[in-house]
């Protein structure tokens, strides 16, 4: 072997041994996993329902700017948009808040079927989301905020495209503590009683059709 070649296999070997611990360090992090949350559907409200031949189709959700995220949004005094460090919900919010509603109105049985938008099946009725309210509020910084959750339903005919009216279902829940996990479940309660309440009215409005 030349003296040349040996050099050359030398280097190498040193330039290995030399990166092998940079290597080992390159497959770790410092940086946090994101907790990832996700929400339960309303529970059956009302045990005597009865269930109609309506079908009823829910969109995906339509969002307010800052809130078309996975991210769980914050607003802090002079409405100053920010989100929770290190925490997420399970998907992006459109996608949460229409699985959210179709599951707790299926849960209700007040319809004969409650489907998503993509399921792409034959129904009598069409509701519009929106999710104009998803985010915890701070009055000041350190206090324990309210979560506040705003759903707008624009119900739709299909035979005929029209619109039968349009609902918006505020709730405000106040978590026990200022703690992340408190937050999270008061966030879970305000979705799930906006979903019902968006429901409940749907339901008068196509009794009274």
């Known amino acids: 072997m030349s003296c040349l070649s040996l050099s050359r296999i030398t280097a190498v070997g040193?330039?290995?041994a030399s990166t092998s611990g940079c290597v080992g360090s390159l497959l770790k992090t410092e940086v946090p996993v994101q907790a990832m949350y996700v929400l339960a559907a309303a529970?059956?409200?009302?045990?005597?329902a009865t269930t109609s031949t309506v079908d009823l189709t829910i969109s995906q959700a339509t969002t307010t700017p800052g809130l078309d995220s996975e991210r769980?949004?914050?607003?802090?005094?002079?409405?100053r948009l920010d989100y929770y460090l290190d925490a997420q919900w399970g998907a992006p919010l459109p996608q949460v808040a229409q699985a959210m509603v179709?599951?707790?109105?299926?849960n209700q049985k007040w319809f004969r079927s409650v489907t998503s938008e993509q399921a792409r099946v034959?129904?009598?009725y069409w509701l519009e989301l929106e999710v104009?309210?998803?985010?915890?509020?701070y009055a000041s910084e350190g206090a324990t905020p309210a979560v506040r959750v705003t759903l707008v339903g624009s119900l739709i005919r299909i035979k005929d495209r029209k619109l039968i009216g349009v609902f918006p279902a505020t709730v405000t829940v106040t978590p026990t503590e200022n703690k992340l996990g408190a937050v999270i479940a008061a966030?879970?309660?305000?979705?799930?009683?906006?979903?019902?309440?968006l429901g409940r009215q749907t339901v008068?409005?196509?009794k009274a059709e």
């Open 14 to 16: 040193m330039l290995l």
């Open 72 to 79: 769980i949004a914050v607003v802090h005094s002079a409405r």
């Open 43 to 48: 529970p059956a409200t009302d045990t005597a």
């Open 204 to 206: 008068t409005a196509i």
């Open 122 to 124: 034959s129904t009598n």
């Open 187 to 197: 966030f879970e309660s305000a979705a799930q009683q906006a979903s019902v309440s």
């Open 102 to 106: 179709v599951s707790s109105l299926q």
């Open 132 to 137: 104009r309210d998803f985010q915890a509020e």
